[in-house]
């Protein structure tokens, strides 16, 4: 039996050992662990052939984090910017051979079309995603929303012509039980959703003198 030897060159030894892509998250982020993991209604106890549950829910991350909702809309013919309502310009009526199907601008808000019956989580669970053990400070959860490319122009009218609506990867802070409203803050080129001063939102955005 010879001794055991160590090759010269071992980290080329570890690299031909890779079997594949980590699941392990290294980027840093403000959002809760928790917040990125889909919900999963399966037994627990699962037969013999079945993946076991934390595989499915594994599984399934990666799959919805495939899905960009803009593609999703685009392969069914529709114009995410068309989606958001804006004013009416009488001075300018396009010919009809140039207003595509209908001859009238769209009006019928998306709230009429929203039904949250089938829903896999309540408002309150989602906002609760940014609650991690042992801590009282809520995070952001991470989210997509329909949002103006122009900040200023946006919150001045968000109804003008001028405005580009995009699909925008956003911190969600909290929900609004009256208006049935989230409110969502705009990520930095980083992923993270912070305030002004570089420091991560916490429990809404409200500051502890309220």
Not at 140 to 168: F, M, N, R
Request: charged share 30%; proline share 9%; hydrophobic share 30%.
């Amino acid at each position: 039996v010879t001794q055991f030897k160590m090759p010269e060159d071992f980290r080329s030894v570890l690299d031909k050992q890779v079997d594949g892509p980590t699941t392990e998250i290294f980027t840093e982020s403000d959002f809760p662990v928790q917040s990125f993991k889909p919900k999963v209604q399966i037994l627990f106890q699962r037969l013999p052939g079945q993946s076991p549950w934390e595989v499915e829910v594994e599984r399934r991350r990666w799959l919805y984090l495939s899905f960009d909702v803009a593609e999703l809309l685009a392969s069914k013919g529709i114009d995410s910017n068309q989606l958001m309502p804006r004013h009416y310009d009488h001075e300018y009526i396009p010919a009809v051979e140039k207003m595509k199907d209908s001859v009238f601008p769209i009006y019928l808000p998306l709230k009429v079309f929203d039904n949250d019956e089938c829903d896999c989580r309540t408002p309150k669970e989602w906002i609760s995603l940014g609650l991690e053990p042992g801590s009282s400070d809520r995070k952001p959860v991470p989210g997509k929303a329909l949002l103006p490319t122009d900040d200023v122009l946006g919150h001045e009218d968000p109804k003008s012509q001028e405005l580009i609506y995009e699909w925008i990867d956003v911190g969600v802070l909290d929900y609004d039980k009256v208006t049935e409203l989230y409110l969502v803050h705009k990520t930095d080129k980083n992923g993270q959703a912070q305030d002004e001063d570089g420091r991560p939102i916490l429990n809404g955005g409200v500051t502890p003198e309220g």
